[in-house]
Nanobody, 126 residues
């Protein structure tokens, strides 16, 4: 199984920003679609954003469009999620995951992803 490690979470005030990182160990992220998901207490895991293996396609949940940006850094074998204008409803554990979806394919359905990181906590509160 592929190993993914998230980092960059923390406590931030409403309106603030955070950048989450998803680093791979032992394999190249470029061959996989990479998704970001989140899970708040008592709620189901939801897809936040995904970038295709080709990097030509991205998609976002409606709740984060215009505020979050997903990107790849091939040199550092890392995928980032830049989160701006954070709101208390964004509070959750954030996970990155890898999917064998090829080329331009993207998905926000957890069932399409088979390797997961351990998660990083994001708390938005004043």
């Amino acid at each position: 199984q592929l190993q993914l490690v998230e980092s960059g979470g923390g406590l931030v005030q409403p309106g603030g920003s955070l950048r989450l990182s998803c680093a791979a160990s032992g394999f190249t992220l470029d061959y996989y679609a990479i998704g970001w998901f989140r899970q708040a207490p008592g709620k189901e895991r939801e897809g936040v954003s995904c970038i295709s293996a080709s990097r030509r396609s991205t998609n976002y949940a409606d709740s984060v469009k215009g505020r979050f940006t997903i990107s790849r850094d091939t040199a550092n074998n890392t995928v980032y999620l830049q989160m701006n204008s954070l709101k208390p409803v964004d509070t959750a554990v954030y996970y990155c995951a890898a999917s064998p979806l090829y080329s331009d394919m993207v998905s926000l359905d957890p069932i399409d992803f088979d390797s997961w990181g351990q998660g990083t906590q994001v708390t938005v509160s004043s």
